[in-house]
Nanobody
């Protein structure tokens, strides 16, 4: 059974930092590309950051220079370090795993991040 479990969400003030984690089980983690998406209230779910199975990363323009995605293959975990946070970063953040060898993907249930003073 595949599970993606996000953690680390919460309430922070503008300018502060937060680190999200997504622990994967039931997949061969090293063969999966990993993504962080976010969905603000009333809006569509958007891609925030992507890390290929080989480690190359890409980011949405809105978070470039502030967010960093990384992965620890020994722990089957992907991270999202969020710095200099803004109120517009408020959203539910979702982890997604996409197989690099088969047409399959999986989603976590999300973790809420609120940026407010």
């Amino acid at each position: 059974q595949v599970q993606l479990v996000e953690s680390g969400g919460g309430l922070v003030q503008p300018g502060e930092s937060l680190r999200l984690s997504c622990a994967a089980s039931g997949i061969i983690f090293t063969t999966y590309h990993m993504d962080w998406y976010r969905q603000a209230p009333g809006k569509q779910r958007d891609l925030v950051a992507h890390i290929y199975s080989g480690g190359v990363t890409t980011y949405a323009d809105s978070v470039k220079g502030r967010f960093t995605i990384s992965r620890d293959n020994a722990k089957n975990t992907v991270y999202l370090q969020m710095n200099s946070m803004k109120p517009e970063d408020t959203a539910v953040y979702y982890c997604k795993a996409t197989s690099s060898t088969h047409f399959r993907s999986y989603w976590g249930k999300g973790t809420l991040v609120t940026v407010s003073s």
